[in-house]
């Protein structure tokens, strides 16, 4: 499955919590979101689309969290060349 660079926009748009932002990007690729229970492991993404995620999930940081993007780096997508 490909994601896009304006579907990832429009989720960081509409997001108001990084959290809101994570489970949007969790349904975009699992359509079947509400049905699953568990899951091993965590999707695969390339290198440039996980940093490009990981800039946005900065942006949206609350200021309390000094911009860390940390649900993104503990529950967010694994990353591959």
């Known amino acids: 499955m490909e ?3 304006e579907q990832v926009d429009h989720i960081f748009k509409q997001s108001k919590s990084t ?6 990007l969790y349904k975009l ?10 899951s091993k492991g965590f999707p695969l993404i390339g290198k440039d689309g996980w940093l ?6 900065i942006r949206l940081s609350k200021p309390k969290e000094n ?7 503990n529950k967010g997508f ?3 060349d």
Not at 19 to 24: F, G, P, Q, S, V
Not at 52 to 57: A, N, R
Not at 67 to 73: E, I, T
């Open 3 to 5: 994601i896009t660079k």
């Open 19 to 24: 959290e809101e932002a994570l489970i949007a």
């Open 29 to 38: 690729i699992l359509p079947d979101w509400e049905q699953i229970k568990t």
């Open 52 to 57: 490009y995620i990981c800039e946005c999930f």
């Open 67 to 73: 911009g860390f993007p940390g649900l993104w780096l």
């Open 78 to 80: 694994d990353s591959s």
